[in-house]
């Protein structure tokens, strides 16, 4: 695709469900990025994938939270047993280049997930 | 501990005026200091990134001023116009060490017509 592609776009969920958020990188990226970003606030790091190497795990909030990444391709985070403090907007990011020349991430639209 | 310090948290400039976005950082090991620009709904998007190696950068309306003494950048934007209303952010990043971008908390930038 010619982006970073996200769904769902709005998830509506009860508390104590699991949700699960896809992200589509764009083709060829080796780098893929979860942020999250609460109303009004700034981004905040989950996880990092880069190639083969083991994701950097070191910003996700609980182990609650988890992602996968399927080679170089479509990632998904899993949040279980969902509470209202995870309300935000999830965001997926993806670079050419990962870490050794601040490669430009590309951000999708994001995935906004209420939680009542 | 806070690594980026970005300032002001809104701004309103009139149509045709400067608006001009802080950043302060802690880390030395930094090496990239991008701005993202972020509409309502969308993902934030690049919009100019400078390296240390220069103290400024300018694209079309949009200069990036950079202060290593001081740890510093700042965003300016020339001529603003309504359209340039979103929230930026800084987002400063270390090659070397760091893997994700470190985002300031956004300004909110709003250009009256």
């Known amino acids: 695709g010619a982006g970073v592609s996200q769904s769902p776009s709005n998830k509506v969920t009860e508390k104590g469900k699991d949700v699960e958020l896809r992200c589509d990188p764009i083709?060829?990226?080796?780098?893929l990025y979860w942020y999250r970003q609460r109303l009004g606030q700034g981004l905040e790091f989950l996880i990092y994938f880069q190639g083969n190497s083991a994701p950097d795990k070191s910003g996700l909030p609980s182990d609650r939270f988890s992602a996968e990444r399927t080679g170089e391709s479509v990632s998904t985070l899993t949040i279980q047993r969902t509470q209202q403090e995870d309300s935000a907007v999830y965001l997926c990011a993806s670079s050419f280049t990962g870490t050794s020349l601040g490669g430009t991430q590309y951000f999708g639209p994001g995935t906004r997930l209420l939680v009542l | 501990q806070q690594q980026v310090k970005q300032s002001p948290q809104s701004l309103i400039v009139q149509k045709g005026g400067i608006s001009i976005i802080n950043c302060a950082y802690e880390?030395?090991?930094?090496?990239?200091f991008p701005w993202y620009q972020q509409f309502p709904g969308k993902g934030p998007a690049l919009l100019i990134a400078?390296?240390?190696?220069?103290s400024e950068k300018k694209e079309g309306r949009f200069t990036i001023s950079f202060n290593k003494s001081a740890k510093q950048f700042s965003l300016h934007i020339m001529d603003s116009q309504p359209g340039d209303s979103a929230t930026y952010f800084c987002?400063?990043?270390?090659?070397?060490?760091?893997?994700?971008?470190?985002f300031g908390s956004g300004t909110q930038l709003t250009v009256l017509p």
């Open positions: 400078i390296r240390p190696d220069v």
């Open positions: 987002a400063p990043f270390s090659s070397g060490s760091a893997r994700q971008l470190t």
């Open positions: 880390n030395t090991a930094f090496d990239y």
């Open positions: 083709s060829g990226h080796t780098a």
